[in-house]
């Protein structure tokens, strides 16, 4: 799909759909909506670029849905939108709102977003399980964030996080496993006062590597000390495991 007047595709109130093996290039609007109660769905290998606003929207009452080998890149804001590469939509009752969202259990499976103008994964939503994700060199304008999150019960596992202000903000009760968070501005940052700054969240087998700051504002984020669990270089005092250098 390509120069599309609108969103480049538009999935609203699908059931048991399959999008696969597609390109979604220069959208005068989003890449892909998924606009509402969107249930049960696959996106795998689509590339998007191009798009003004956002590469990827996925509005209230979506869920049960696998996004699987998806690339988003080049996503710039020509009229006040996004920018952003995935968004899932805040809910009517309120943007970070504990147990607020109704978009839950949606896996991201080996998906990569980089230069895109904002936030690379800005995701109000549930029980999401990310698993080999990549995000790199994004943001040129605030806000820019990497990974960003809303709700709880979410899990990052063998995932990258690179070249972005901020590597990780917000997460409530959120288990990260076996990643990367490198050169960022920060390693993990607050959020909003809603989200209350990576409560409880925490951290195994991971590697901070010449991040300019560690934590910023986070609240009762636990990093193991062993050194079996997580190393950490160049990326200022996190607790537990102090500043390195190599």
């Known amino acids: 799909v390509a120069n599309a007047p609108g969103k480049g595709a538009d999935l609203d109130r699908c059931k048991n759909v399959i999008l696969r093996n597609g390109l979604i290039h220069d959208s005068a609007d989003s890449g892909i909506l998924l606009e509402k109660y969107v249930v049960n769905c696959l996106l ?8 003004n606003g956002t590469g990827m929207v996925i509005g209230n009452f979506c869920h049960d849905n696998i996004i699987r080998k998806l690339v988003i890149h080049d996503i710039i804001d020509k009229t ?3 920018g952003d590469g995935i968004d899932i939509e805040h809910p009517a009752s309120g943007a970070g709102l504990d147990d607020a969202s109704n978009v839950y259990n949606i896996t991201f499976d080996h998906c990569e977003i980089y230069k895109v103008m904002h936030d690379a994964y800005d995701l109000d939503g549930k029980d999401l399980i990310l698993t080999g994700c990549i995000a790199r060199d ?14 709880k019960g979410v899990k990052l596992i063998n995932c990258i996080s690179t070249n972005c202000k901020w590597g990780l903000t917000g ?5 990260v496993y076996n990643s990367i ?6 390693t993990i940052r607050a959020g909003t006062a809603q989200v209350d700054a990576n409560r409880s969240t925490e951290f195994v087998n991971c590697i901070f590597y010449n991040n300019t700051n560690g934590l910023a504002g986070a609240k009762d984020a636990v990093l ?7 190393i950490t270089f160049n990326s200022g005092n996190l607790p537990g495991l102090g500043t390195h250098t190599r």
């Open 181 to 186: 968070f490198a050169s960022n501005g920060s």
């Open 80 to 82: 006040g939108g996004r």
């Open 171 to 175: 997460g409530l009760e959120m288990k």
């Open 224 to 230: 193991h000390p062993n050194s079996d669990y997580n």
């Open 138 to 151: 994004n943001g040129t304008e605030e806000p820019m964030n990497n990974f960003k999150f809303w709700q």
């Open 44 to 51: 795998e290998n689509i590339e998007i670029y191009g798009a």
